[in-house]
């Protein structure tokens, strides 16, 4: 049975250039093509790690970039749209490049590459969540800021209290949706040495010279992955649909 998924799996993948394809070196049916799948498939943990705390320390940093647009004061409003447009401009290769070899030299501080890598990730994709933030708070009507004025609660505990748990219903399928885009941007931090999924497999293609077979496989592994993660998101918007209706 192995064997014939094995055989599905790969069969419309053909070489057009008469080179013999070499799927036995990622084959579990030999000791080299386990061994080698073990490897490519070690670095899924790293891969999840970094883009789960990437994530998280974003949407942090996200929401409290997008605090000051919704002020009333306009220097506070040119420090947000500042932030969000001078970090959506800059490359992330830029930047993870910026941050582990660049930032060392200005300041003195040095990272290890997954420290970087996260580092990186998080800035890029919180100019991306701080606009989510502004855009699901901003969802919310005016007369709902108006109300929780009227019971004399402050700035704060209003957006707390009274339009954060209405504009969560907003925001989290979008947060979601750039989880997945986090997940396919982890695999740059492979250039500063992290052993993401990618890593791992550019240090096989450099050992066994199989760059179609082991990139293919690759892909396969993101793909999964990717459709997965998609596949959560999407059951979970739906559930937030259906409580929103009831």
Known sequence: MKNLFFLLLFLPITSCSGQELGWFILSPNNVEGLTNLKFLLSGLT????ISVISIIISAI???IVAIPSLAKNKFLTYINIGYVEIVRA????VLILWIYYGLPIMTGLSFSPFVSGIIALAISESAFQAE???AGINSIKKSQWEAGSSLGLTFYKRLRLVILP???KNILPALGNQFVYVLKMSSLVSIIGIGDLTRKANELV????RPLEIYTFLI???LILILIVSFFVRKFEKRLKQDGNN
Not at 46 to 49: D, E, G, S
């Open 46 to 49: 790293t891969t999840i790690y």
């Open 61 to 63: 940093l996200g929401f």
């Open 90 to 93: 800059i490359p992330l290769l």
């Open 132 to 134: 989510i933030f502004r």
């Open 166 to 168: 209405q504009a969560i």
């Open 206 to 209: 450099v050992s066994t010279y």
């Open 220 to 222: 396969l592994e993101y």
